[in-house]
């Protein structure tokens, strides 16, 4: 007679761990611009303004294709299965990183065009690996391990940006960061051979009557429709804080009068840190709660707490700042939270499609985000126009939670109509 599986056989099974890995991967490469932003485009000649421009256009070009790709991997994972777009994002990805290792090398053409052009394949390749990997191991999970189980992956997967900056660090250069991040995705890529696909998805497979993947089923149903925002709505205020006051915490240490330089690559390691010790939490004050809901919204005020801070408590000292920034992502941790009541919203035929598309809709965001802040900021200064931009994120991300459906310990196995 076949044993029944302990709860650590579960959550420690390998598409738990292939998925964690493969986070770890995603977050490594989907965070090095962001920390080698000032570096790598210094080293192409740029000087401290357009620095700052084109590195926030090249930022914008890597949300652009996060938010493209997310939308192709996500029918992908309904149609062909969670695993073809696992393999499929990684090889897209890992290739883009290893171009730009060699970027200083580029003679065919303009070295900063070949940048923005190949951050944003990253991106598109960048998106499917987190949706992917929380619908797989959604489905596999007992219900009542799924949020310590996406918690784990996320937990495991967003310490990515920490080794991120140590390679940089110990490099001493900014291309060898992304010939690592190449390396480490063609490393994955193999491991992955042999993972089992969910059994949701083959059951669903078999039934030809049943529409997969359609991104455009969002939009066709009210009720969905809604449903659909109220998710993307969840998650800005985690990339609000990733996106702007980690990534320009430089822009801010200056407005603040900080003497002492702030390095945007220490303040995404320090909130990285936070994110992971966040999301590992996040799914054990879910199951505490008993309520997706109440995690986040808890989590979520507490984030906002030290956004107030950020901008208005007067800091001093860039220690200040990186503390500041580990609390920040400390209680933005929801993120794998908020990821799987996305995959939980929907069913099985649409599943992949939202836990895909959703987050990158939420990095594509940032786009927006960052528009508005380089729009208010020569206006009302970078302390006002980074709290116009909060006051917006934080509104949508309370009402969104407090008014979407609760989906604790959810039965996922059903179709969308």
């Known amino acids: 007679m076949k044993s ?18 493969g986070y770890f991967v995603d977050i490594y490469d989907l965070q090095l611009f962001g920390i080698v932003r000032i570096p790598s485009l210094e080293s192409l000649g740029l000087s401290p303004a357009e620095v700052d421009t084109v590195g ?6 890597q949300m652009i294709g996060l938010l493209l790709g997310g939308i192709l991997w996500g029918a992908l994972g309904d149609k062909k ?23 200083p090398h580029f003679h065919f053409m303009d070295k900063v065009e070949a940048y923005k052009w190949l951050r944003f394949i990253a991106g598109i390749g960048l998106a499917g690996e987190l949706g992917a990997g929380i619908t797989l191991v959604s489905e596999v999970l007992p219900p009542r391990l799924r949020a310590k189980g996406t918690s784990l992956v996320a937990g495991v997967g967003l310490f990515g940006a920490v080794v991120a900056n140590y390679t940089v660090q110990f490099s001493g250069q900014w291309t060898v960061a992304y010939l690592v991040g190449g390396a480490m995705g063609v490393l994955l890529l193999l491991l992955r051979v042999g993972v089992l696909e969910s059994g949701m998805f083959k059951s669903m497979q078999q039934k030809d009557d049943v529409i997969k993947g359609n991104f455009f089923a969002f939009f066709t149903n009210r009720e969905r429709f809604f449903k659909y925002l109220k998710c993307i709505g969840i998650g800005l205020p985690t990339w609000f804080c ?4 980690v990534y320009l915490s430089n822009q801010f240490g200056e407005a603040l009068g900080i003497s002492e330089k702030v390095i945007p690559g220490m303040a995404i ?11 590992l939490l996040s799914g054990f004050i879910s199951h505490w709660m008993e309520s997706r809901k109440k995690a986040i919204a808890f989590m979520m005020g507490m984030s906002f707490l030290g956004v107030l801070y950020y901008l208005f408590g007067g800091m001093k000292s860039v220690t200040t700042v990186y503390i500041v920034c580990v609390w920040l992502g400390f209680w933005t941790g929801y993120w794998a939270m908020f990821v799987t009541v996305g995959a939980e919203q929907f069913g099985t035929n649409l599943r992949a499609t939202a836990a895909t598309t959703i987050p990158n809709m939420v990095r594509g965001a940032v786009v927006l985000m960052t528009t508005l802040f380089m729009y208010f900021k020569p206006t009302v200064g970078t302390i006002m126009a980074g709290a116009l931009v909060a006051a917006l994120c934080y509104g949508l991300g309370f009402y969104s939670t407090i008014t979407i459906k609760e989906t604790h310990n959810k039965d996922l196995n059903y179709l969308e109509d």
Request: charged share 10%; proline share 2%.
């Open 4 to 21: 029944e599986k302990t709860d650590l056989q579960y959550l420690f099974s390998m598409p738990v761990i292939i998925a964690a890995l």
């Open 56 to 61: 926030v256009k090249i930022i914008n070009f």
């Open 81 to 103: 299965g969670r695993l073809s777009v696992l393999f499929g994002s990684i090889i897209t990805y890992s290739l883009a990183n290893i171009a730009c290792g060699f970027i």
């Open 242 to 245: 990733i996106g702007i006051l």
């Open 269 to 279: 390691m320090w909130a990285y840190v936070g994110i992971s010790a966040g999301d």
